[in-house]
């Protein structure tokens, strides 16, 4: 019985437990109990959980988020948009975790929450967000912490975060906002000390993500002073040497370094602060052997192996203050060849060595190297087109070189009698077949690394006007050793296009597939020239006949010519154009470029105040070519004037007709063309334009036959013209309406080629400009025509920061081109200028040549097409109609 009665006094109890846990678990009412157990519940069943995940997430960020120590850090460091995306998980979690805590427990009563970790729980949920980089929803769960809770502590974390938030998003206003309030609420009780804490370190971090250091300075300070996150203390440390060592100041700068290497920081942060640290060696502070030590002994560290570039070219920073440029650049050939994962290393080394070789004159191993840099340069670096155009000249300037010295050895070889030749040429095929042997081995070994001796270069002492390129191991030197050293035996192409490959004959290429080395040796079986260890092969470049010879010596004079005009007017090397000019008349007196060499030593003597050196490559000028464009320039210096006068007025009127021609005035055309040409008769660029306006004109109010016979006028007397093309399309479509004349042949071969203006181009006037002259390259010397080019250019244009090239249209065409200008008003005027100038184009037959303007963009376009003449009729009707 007494059992029976203890049951049920245990049943009751049971009963009465559960009934007050299911009434505590409702959120309905505000007691005591119900706000015990929904905080406890809150915090331990969901907070708790969501926090550990968040907490695990932020922490896989940060040990997986990459460092660019190529800039100031930032504070923090929250990573990519796909690194954040790897937390997604955790995140998510800390997100559903915080959502059912507010959800469930929430107790709000009165304008107040009675259950602590709801509020929190709304902070983690934001938090969450921003390690997404949702940072649009971290905006609205911040907003609403601040906000909604702005008696309680919890408001100045809401603020923090929003502060944080907008720093990401860079909307930097609102960010001073939030900071400025926290600011002026430091006083309150109610601030808590880890927004205290936290705070100068938020306020640094917004200050560099807008590149204000020495704002991001005091704070960084305090920082140090409060802050208690040891990770965070020693990036905030590695900060403050940056900003040092950029403002100059070497010695705080080391000291901040020093600091962070003593407190043990992760790999790549000590290996970054050890760098910097060797940077900030300065050649007064004292001797630079424990810097030296402390680099050689990273050199030596496994470890390091992906960081060798980095390590050698800060052993180049010290050895250049130490002024020991030798075992500088020994380092920083080291560093370009090492370079195995760091683009931007491998550009910073390459453009320091070319440019050290480049002050130096060294032209050749500058190009290399410049070569290499704008490999992996991008378009947003500094001074780009800068550094592109210079590797651009150089390249020329090395093949130029390479032709000069080629032909110079081959015409020797040519001397040499039938024993000498052959013995050389035997040691040349042992010299192949040892190489071959070794690339066997190497493969043989799987790839191992072969060592090459940098400085070692076959010479042989009696090729004392060049070298063969079979002798030429130039190859090996200024970087390609180094890159034997790291790579092995790979073709340079893959990444590495050091100009000395240019110098080895396509015969010595080794990229062919199986297949095709069967095919080859089938053919080198059949055809002994083509085998590199015959000596036929080298037998068939050597020029023994007459004519051979000839075309040798043509492209050794053009090749000098041509160097020249580089050294001038590109490199502004006086002293190295007036060696190759003073060369070229020594060693071909009668050659057919005497004249443009006369000038230029003429220019370069007269700048240099060498006066009689000056005066007497004048007076050769007026004396044995009194007629020449050259001697009129030196004898009258207004001679541009007195030429471009009667050239504007012509211009002026063309553009009249045009403008007449446009608006349908056909009558005042036909006007307006009769009087220019009685007007202009020898502007033979013009004239055929003003025919070829009028005739349209008259065939727009007359018959046809009148159209006909002032169109056939045209391809009479002006057959080379721009305009010839057109005439020629009317013709024919003359001939197939109205039975008039013959059908006529276009210098395509083709008898239909009616023109009507492409469409495959875009008129944009803001787009970036160049000008254009487009020339008949069999009848126009492209190099005096850049020359005349370059000195209107600096008479007219001096401040215009533009440059002249040249490039091969077709085999008949050569664009000379000006740019770049910065819109098309800027283009005009040159272009409006230009064709006013007739000493550019003095000499010059008008059919031989046209001039235009053309965006970037369409540029690719038009060069791709090659349709000069479709070309022509856009620029008239979108470019001379808009002026």
Not at 226 to 234: F, K, P, Q, V, Y
Not at 345 to 352: A, G, H, I, P, V
Not at 359 to 388: G, H, M, N, R, W
Request: a negative charge; charged letters at 25%.
């Amino acid at each position: 019985m007494k059992a029976i009665r203890l049951h049920t006094k245990l049943l009751f109890l049971a009963a009465t437990v559960s009934l007050l846990f299911i009434s505590s678990c409702s959120t309905k009412k505000n007691t005591w109990t119900r706000r015990a157990y929904h905080n406890v519940t809150c915090h331990y069943n969901v907070f708790w959980n969501g926090k550990n995940s968040l907490y695990e997430g932020a922490e896989t960020l940060e040990q997986s988020v990459n460092n660019n120590y190529n800039d100031i850090l930032r504070v923090y460091n929250y990573g990519t948009l796909q690194e954040a995306s790897s937390l997604n998980a955790q995140m998510d979690r800390a997100i559903k975790k915080a959502s059912i805590g507010i959800q469930r427990h929430s107790m709000y009563f009165g304008g107040k929450e009675y259950v602590k970790w709801v509020k929190v729980s709304y902070l983690m949920m934001g938090q969450a967000h921003f390690y997404k980089q949702d940072y649009t929803s971290a905006r609205r769960v911040f907003d609403y912490v601040s906000k909604e809770y702005v008696n309680d502590p919890i408001q100045y974390e809401g603020y923090l975060w929003l502060a944080k938030t907008f720093i990401e998003t860079e909307r930097f206003q609102k960010a001073e906002a939030a900071i400025n309030y926290l600011q002026s609420k430091r006083d309150d009780e109610k601030f808590s000390h880890s927004v205290a804490q936290e705070l100068p370190f938020v306020i640094a971090d917004f200050y560099i993500a807008q590149k204000k250091y020495n704002a991001a300075y005091p704070y960084l300070e305090r920082a140090l002073e409060i802050g208690n996150e040891r990770d965070l203390i020693t990036r905030v440390n590695f900060i403050l040497g940056q900003i040092n060592q950029m403002e100059g100041d070497f010695e705080l700068a080391s000291t901040y370094y020093n600091r962070v290497i003593k407190r043990n920081p992760e790999y790549r942060m000590a290996f970054e602060a050890k760098m910097n640290l060797a940077q900030c060696y300065d050649e007064g502070s004292g001797d630079s052997k424990n810097i030296n030590k402390l680099l050689h002994k990273m050199v030596k560290d496994y470890k390091n192996r992906d960081f060798l570039d980095q390590i050698y070219y800060a052993l180049s920073e010290v050895a250049l203050k130490d002024n020991n440029e030798e075992l500088a650049i020994e380092y920083l050939v080291k560093s370009v060849s090492n370079s195995t994962i760091n683009n931007f290393q491998r550009t910073e080394s390459s453009l320091k060595l070319a440019d050290i070789y480049f002050e130096k004159d060294k032209y050749q191993l500058a190009e290399a190297y410049y070569d290499t840099a704008v490999s992996f340069l991008p378009e947003e670096y500094p001074d780009y087109e800068s550094i592109k155009n210079k590797a651009t000249v150089l390249t020329e300037m090395v093949l130029l070189s390479s032709t000069i010295s080629t032909q110079d050895s081959l015409l020797y070889l040519a001397t040499l009698d039938t024993s000498s030749l052959y013995t050389i040429i035997d040691r040349l095929i042992a010299k192949k077949l040892a190489e071959k042997q070794r690339e066997e081995q190497y493969a043989e070994d799987g790839g191992g690394i072969q060592f090459v001796d940098v400085g070692q270069q076959s010479r042989n002492p009696n090729l004392q006007t060049g070298k063969w390129y079979f002798y030429n191991t130039a190859a090996m030197s200024y970087g390609y050793s180094e890159f034997i050293k790291k790579w092995g035996n790979r073709k340079l192409e893959d990444n590495w296009r050091l100009s000395d490959r240019r110098l080895v004959m396509q015969a010595f290429e080794d990229d062919l597939t199986d297949e095709a080395d069967l095919d080859l040796n089938d053919s080198i079986a059949a055809n002994p020239a083509s085998n590199p260890e015959s000596r036929d092969y080298y037998l068939a470049d050597i020029p023994f006949t007459d004519e051979q010879k000839q075309l040798a010596n043509e492209q050794i004079m053009i090749s000098y010519k041509q160097l020249g005009f580089l050294y001038l007017e590109d490199l502004r090397d006086t002293t190295n154009a007036q060696e190759t000019y003073l060369t070229l008349l020594e060693k071909y007196p009668d050659n057919p470029y005497q004249l443009e060499a006369w000038y230029a030593l003429y220019k370069i003597f007269n700048e240099n105040g060498e006066k009689e050196k000056s005066y007497y490559y004048r007076n050769l000028i007026v004396t044995n070519y009194p007629d020449s464009d050259y001697a009129k320039v030196i004898s009258d210096p207004d001679y541009f004037n007195k030429l471009s006068e009667d050239k504007y007025k012509a211009q002026e009127a063309y553009q009249k007709t045009y403008k007449a021609y446009t608006r349908e005035q056909y009558f005042r055309v036909i006007s307006y063309a009769n009087s220019s040409i009685e007007e202009f008769p020898e502007d033979t660029a013009l004239i055929p334009k003003f025919m070829y306006l009028r005739a349209i004109s008259l065939g727009k109010v007359d018959v046809p036959d009148t159209l006909y016979a002032s169109l056939k006028e045209i391809l009479e007397f002006y057959p080379n013209s721009s305009v010839t093309p057109m005439a020629q399309s009317i013709l024919n479509m003359l001939n197939k309406e109205y039975g008039l004349g013959e059908p006529i042949a276009n210098t395509d071969g083709s008898t239909d080629t009616t023109k009507v203006i492409p469409v495959i181009y875009d008129f944009d006037r803001n787009a970036m400009h160049l000008a254009m002259i487009i020339v008949n390259s069999d009848n126009v010397e492209v190099d005096p025509l850049k020359i005349r080019l370059s000195d209107f250019k600096k008479k007219s244009f001096d401040l215009l920061n533009v440059r002249i090239k040249s490039l091969m249209l077709d085999s008949k065409r050569t664009i000379v081109s000006v740019g770049n200008f910065e819109n098309k008003e800027e283009a005009d005027r040159f272009y409006t200028a230009l064709s006013n100038d007739e000493y550019v184009f003095s000499g010059l037959n008008p059919d031989d040549y046209d001039i235009v303007t053309i965006s970037i963009s369409n540029y690719p376009i038009f060069y791709k097409e090659k349709d000069v003449e479709g070309y022509l009729l856009y620029f008239n009707e979108y470019y001379l109609k808009d002026k």
